[in-house]
């Protein structure tokens, strides 16, 4: 419809794309056409100010200095880097360092400025049309929530959506009509710094931690050694192939890499699947427990792995290699969980001490604040940033988050949420988007065998694993509990950005993110998109015991229905079927260190934290019913409402 | 009490200076020493793990291919851009573009693998300094708000705050301890793609419209005029000054580009004043919009005489010159405005249309995307974001505001305010750090007569554009009143980002950010920290006929205390005082405009908003009470809080 008016851009196709999509929501023609003319006069304003901003740029090229310019500051910061280093190692002398640095500093940013407004500009219009992307998913998510088609699920959709758009950019960019280079928009820096601690953040401060640690020992062998299994599987498998030259070949370090990497179930893919299926407690936390955990495996062991190519490792011996790895993993894994411990117990100590109840922004603030510094510390000094974030919510939501005001539990709760939220939706349009944007070096053989791999790996892991639980488990891992764990085992976007990472020859780098990209989206569709059609199936073979419950594929939702923080009843109620370790935790815990790491709420704080809440509640109200006189419209019902409310 | 110790580390040392200054904060030695003891843990675990990382580093220092690897990415980025240019001029050409482009990115992303774990190491220790100095801040300024110290505004004491810790860094880095290059962590650019728009967007969002609109005539000639006169009063006096020797001398563009940087009041600094002083509503409403509407003006003024210093414009002469300058000013001023309108209707119009009502998360994604949309597209376009994103925010808080869940409104305010919040102590803990951290250029003479001009310009422009107001103005602005904006033209963040940004030969520019950092640490501290004393005299003389509110000089308190939302009450009682125009407006804003941008609420969905508000306030009763329950304290004074609650 657009292209009828020579407005052939890809904001306007991309809505029209949407609005096509719509199909229920009816009626509301109006405000449709003024979406659409704002849209338009977006695009316009593109339009007609690239003209001026064109100009300046052909300026700027006609600059023979130009290219110096912008190369100067990166070499600079190269001479910066290493004037650093030199004097890291020089810690014994006695001369002033600083001087050096300085100078080498100002240089550099005499150097940069010129540089920084088309950096600038540049920069800005990349977020731009990143929040544009982010804008149409988070609409496509309501639409499939609104429409109740439950049978795609969100993850999946945003795939697509990503992949609709990165098309429609590639014919756009082929036919010269734009040139929005989003593969440059997306590096793995920002998803390991950006993107990934809030996911993981969220998902411990949301974990439920009465099952997750009564059945932590289950968790931590599906995670440990079960990802051990799969990247060894893979790895093996890999490498096996290649030498016998039915797959491309890569070296054992190689294979094991990539198998390491390709093995780690997604929490983010999973989640979205599994949070609102049919299935007991146990079996959720299970799955993701280990998809929580697993990350940090992967991460840690691709990470390992890739330490034993440097030169200092290449004459030790396999099994010397192997113990090396095994303690370096212990060490991560313990020193990383300990810093995330260490900080969440600061915080919860901070919180008490300084009672900041009455300045909600600086509570949030520091709130937001205490989510991340664990992992800039951890990744800081080469820990396991992930793991740090993720022991820091577990140990936050359960001390801290008592010690806040009302107001701030929901704040803060509710912006975890959504930034964890937005950051997945940016990682699944992302991966849509680069089936179309990046450049692939497909191997088939490789794919197929990389996937198969990935299936029998996981089978190796899950039923002799969940074979050896039993034995030690008061309840069960059924065989249709394992076969869906089993099929659940999708991949995403924690593989996909190892594998952006890794540090490999040019072509065997490309064949390895092809294949992950394959792999990724294969599990996602066709795993996370077969698992209604299953679940279906299964539970028609199922004796209907329990009350039916909806099967819904939306994660957010589940989110969105209601609030819930850590509630103590169901911890409760686990205590029974839990091993004695944890019991015992759980009393020493309410003795000595809930008292000690909260705050007591007096009576009084309650009375305020009453009246904060009803203030803003009253607020809200009077705001609704002002409007509503001036519209005439059901004025005595609210009346009764808000004089029903502030009388509590 | 460290250093005996022997742990001479940073973090150690800043929290000796915090712990030492807390003074009032007594009894919970428990608490402290646990503070301290966590504190160890992570100090230790940098200086442990620091070990492991240096080898890591000096791994990668022997290996000879090292510094080449680290700027081939950039070398080759560089390549892209090109490329991406080529293609662009090559508008239309036949070939294939993207081929070329695409073989381009993957030799770039090819390279870059390696460098990736270093730089991401860096950036996670960088994120976590950073954060870790905000904690700081933070705590100082809760210390104030509770010690109720008011004589130090917010804003001077977190720059004492980074002044002390850069003064620490200095030292400890000259003593060879640390190496901690937090100039590195601070570019213009991150200023002004992350830092600024929140600011500027929760000023907008918070804006007491009726006020400011009544008064925009007024403002807006303060903001364009008044700045326009004191660029042109301390760009031409500096000029003069160097032309007879008695300063450092600088061409007549540049003395003008420093003129116009310089006088933008700063909204930020000069809100922590004035948000909490005993001035009449039209005053506060003077200063605090002619601050964020002259940050606009200047950062436009100092750009549009940037831009006449390019090549082609050294022929035309100073009137065509002067005339261009104007119609760009005009155009970047309407452009970007409408920009951020358009966006902020488009906003509105997509709640109405998309009830996202039951699920948060995405309604809060959508409206920070929302927020920050127009700041992207108007920057990416090469017109003003700052504009954009102020009109977005008024706008939005206007229309869009209004179609938000009750949940929503408040966790997107408090979001807001926290974010701006802490963008505002990042800004003024850097310039406190910046004191000892950047090289300095200092030229007495340059910087005295740079003060001295400021103020003179300031005095040249709010008196006499005063007393052309009052013409015109029902509610005239006192002599007094005058003073006071006079007095209160505090400089800020903007002019420091603005003369890091300006492109200019090594040595001037060195020159001017030194002078501009000091003019804005002198204002900061002098006529900010004066306005204390300055109105306990000027209340002296007043007959003190109003109920005596007390003087606070604390922001965050007075933002704290309720969260207010944009009342209808007070607009309304504006209207008698506004002129026709406005009425005119407000009376089609309630006819047409609202009825048609915002949700009509119906009574069911007030319900089912008190239903979702009710959920969270008893959860959080509950929590408390069960608490409680184990701790057997006020147990039966909780209980009857909360059935009182549940039974509104």
Redesign the interface.
Known sequence: MFRSKEFSSVLALVLALQLSGQGK?AT?Q???T??LV??L??VC??HA??A???S????V?SLPEK?EL??TP??HS?I???A??L???D?N?TT???TT???V???A??A???S??L???H???T???I??V??FC??T???L??TKFHYLPESVAVVIVGGIIGGVI?IL??H?LV?L?E??AF???IF??VILPPIIFESGYNLHKGNFFANFGTILIFAVFGTLISACVVGGGIYLLGVAKVAYPLDLLESFAFGSLISAVDPVATLAIFQALDVDAILYMLVFGESVLNDAVSIVLTNTILAMR?P?MADVSGAVAFFHGVGHFCLMFA?SS??GI??A??SS??F?????R?????E???M???S??P?????????S?IMAVLFAGIVMSHYTH?NLS??????VQ??F??VA??AE?CVFAYLGMSIFS??HHVKVSFVLWAIALCLVGRALNIFPLSFMANKFRIHKITPKQQFIMWFSGLRGAIAFALS?????E?EK??VLVTATLIIVLFTLLFLGGGTMPLMTILNRKKTRTKKKKELNLSK??E???????TS?HTEAEEIRTVKPHVSKFMSLD?KYL???L?R????QE??E??RQ?A???D???K??S???T??E??ED??QT?IS??SE?
Chains 1, 2 share one sequence.
């Open positions: 929501m509301f109006l405000e449709k003024v979406l704002l849209l006069v977006q304003a593109i100010v690239s001026d901003s064109d300046l740029e052909k300026y090229d290219n912008t190369s990166n070499k190269t910066f880097k290493d650093e280093k004097v890291k190692e810690t002398g002033a360092p600083n640095v300085t100078v500093t100002s240089a940013t005499e940069t400025s010129k920084h407004q950096e600038e500009k920069s800005s219009f977020i731009f049309f929040l544009l982010l804008a988070i609409i998510t309501h639409l929530i609104i590639k960019s082929s010269d040139d280079h593969e440059e590096p793995p820096t390991f710094l440097r200092e020193a300990a810093i260490a900080s117990v600061l100590v901070t008490k001490l300084f009672d900041l009455k300045t909600p922004s600086l949030i603030a520091l937001l604040i205490f991340y510094i992992y800039g510390l951890a990744e800081g000094v080469g820990l940033g008592r009302p107001i701030t539990q929901i704040t509710q912006t949420r959504t939220f937005m939706t990046m450049y952006l990472h890794i540090d490999m040019k780098r490309q957010t939702k989110m969105g229905d209601t609030v819930e923080t103590e309410q809930i008292p000690w909260t007591i709420i007096t009576a309650v009375r934290g009453q809440m203030t803003l509640t607020k809200w109200y705001e609704v002002q409007r509503s001036t519209e419209s059901e019902d609210l409402l029903g409310n509590p």
